[in-house]
């Protein structure tokens, strides 16, 4: 519905206020020094010797077909407390449990990698996610967003630091990260002390040369369908007519092709086979979701910082009302993901799957199982369930960080049991870390925001954009 008015459409530059500038500053260097304070008080004691244990556990898991019933029943009545107390993949053979070979030990320094793994997956899934946001509105004809749209075009530009990082931490510190390249490394033969029957079985995907190719390609063809959406959207603005944006939607069909399948692909190298003996078919969507509404999150908070400091004038509470509305139903969305994928592990009660939550209950983990759920569901769902309250920017803004710190809390629930193999908790390096990549992020999108026009005057539906109303 129109508002029953003319409205001007003139073009407007952000100017990154030194004020802003410091604000980042201080955020970097908070976290640079929380992350240093972090790293030097790391625990100095060794963690639990895992090694001769998995020795012995394979030795007597890879039995030869001469033996005993004894043998047998020593193995069901090792492998639930071998499960309980170390926290190690089951498989089932027969209907009996038997102990796969436990992750070897881990150096202290591991902490350090697996919290800058978390930082940098964060930041390119956020990023991939924007460039899919603005992609969407191409392919969807859509009107609404196009006021908002720079705003997820400079975040896509921060994608090459996220991959870059990822990638970096592969090479650093993979071996210990990921079981499955230091298994790689064995070269155990079959029936060797040690051999692992499902890493052995996944060795045609989960290989160093495959995985690192994945690494590079994806995340390559990601930055260049990005940087020619951009470049599309600003000559559109600078010569106007209609090819550049009939050439926008084409290469956003394509791009969301790419964008589909090299998700699904990035999700399971990256994230999914830190759990090597693993897998859940919902994986690759469920984190999507949790890309998905953390990047409408940012975008919302953007959104309201630049109101508030006089840009965006065209941009109204219909807007902010619709952006409200997505971070509800994604939200629930993502929550659906969460359960359907616990409730099928917990009712199908397959040990090779429900290893995976038995972990995550586990103390310390435990408080986040529960911390994530209140953060990212309970918390949306309850407060944005009004239509002032998705209008309010002071209620959006407290949810949308809600939703920001509770989908790194659901990251760090990914990563961190199936990685460390002492426990661990919050410390100051995972808090220094995430201030610092936060001042990070947050100076890279304002930078960027402040070289181009914050409105795509000659886009063709910015006018439908400046009188969109959601008609209740």
Not at 18 to 24: A, D, L, R, V
Not at 47 to 53: D, L, W
Not at 219 to 248: A, C, Q, T
Request: aromatic content about 16%; charged content about 15%; hydrophobic content about 50%.
């Amino acid at each position: 519905m129109s508002h029953g008015h003319d409205i001007h459409i003139k073009q407007e530059n952000f100017v990154f206020s030194s004020k802003t500038k410091n604000f980042c500053y201080a955020l970097m260097v908070i976290g640079a020094v929380l992350t240093t304070i972090g790293i030097f008080t790391l625990p100095k004691a060794e963690p639990h010797k895992a090694e001769g244990h998995q020795t012995e556990m394979a030795a007597t898991e890879h039995h030869s077909d001469a033996a005993s019933t004894e043998h047998h029943m020593a193995a069901e009545e090792q492998a639930p407390n071998y499960q309980n107390i170390h926290g190690i993949d089951t498989f089932r053979d027969n209907e009996q449990i038997h102990g796969v070979p436990a992750e070897h030990a881990k150096p202290i320094a591991t902490r350090i990698w697996t919290n800058l793994l978390l930082n940098g997956y964060l930041v390119l899934l956020i990023s991939i996610c924007a460039l899919f946001f603005f992609a969407l509105q191409y392919i969807a004809n859509a009107g609404w967003a196009i006021l908002l749209i720079r705003i997820p075009q400079a975040m896509s530009t921060f994608l090459p630091v996220g991959a870059l990082i990822i990638l970096a931490v592969f090479f650093i510190d993979g071996e210990n990260i990921y079981h499955w390249v230091h298994y790689e490394h064995q070269h155990l033969a079959k029936g060797a002390p040690g051999f692992d029957a499902i890493l052995d079985d996944k060795s045609w995907f989960l290989n160093t040369k495959l995985i690192v190719g994945f690494m590079v390609v994806i995340p390559l063809i990601w930055y260049l369908f990005g940087k020619k959406l951009r470049s599309l959207s600003y000559r559109e603005d600078s010569e106007g007519g209609l090819m550049f944006f009939k050439k926008s939607i084409t290469y956003s069909a394509a791009f969301t092709i790419f964008f589909g399948f090299g998700l699904s692909i990035i999700t399971w190298v990256v994230m999914m086979s830190v759990d090597a003996h693993w897998y859940s078919t919902m994986f690759s969507l469920y984190n999507f979701a949790t890309g998905w509404v953390t990047c409408i999150a940012i975008i919302a908070l953007f959104v309201l910082y630049l109101k508030r400091n006089g840009y965006l004038t065209l941009v109204t509470d219909e807007h902010i009302h619709d952006l409200g509305k997505f971070m509800f139903a994604f939200s629930i969305f993502w929550s659906y993901l969460w359960l359907s994928q616990f409730l099928l592990i917990w009712y199908a009660n397959i040990p090779e799957e429900t290893i995976y939550f038995y972990k995550r209950w586990e103390m310390p983990f435990k408080f986040h199982f529960f911390f994530s759920l209140v953060l990212n569901f309970l918390i949306p769902f309850l407060v944005l369930m009004t239509r002032d309250a998705k209008r309010n920017p002071k209620i959006l803004t407290f949810v949308a960080l809600c939703i920001i710190v509770g989908h790194w809390d659901d990251l760090y629930l990914m990563i961190m049991p199936g990685t460390l193999d002492h426990q661990t908790g919050l410390g100051a390096l995972e808090i220094g870390m995430t201030i610092f990549f936060a001042g990070m992020f947050i100076f890279w999108v304002l930078t960027a925001l402040s070289k181009k026009g914050l409105v795509t005057v000659n886009h063709p539906y910015v006018e439908e954009s400046a009188h969109h109303d959601v008609g209740v």
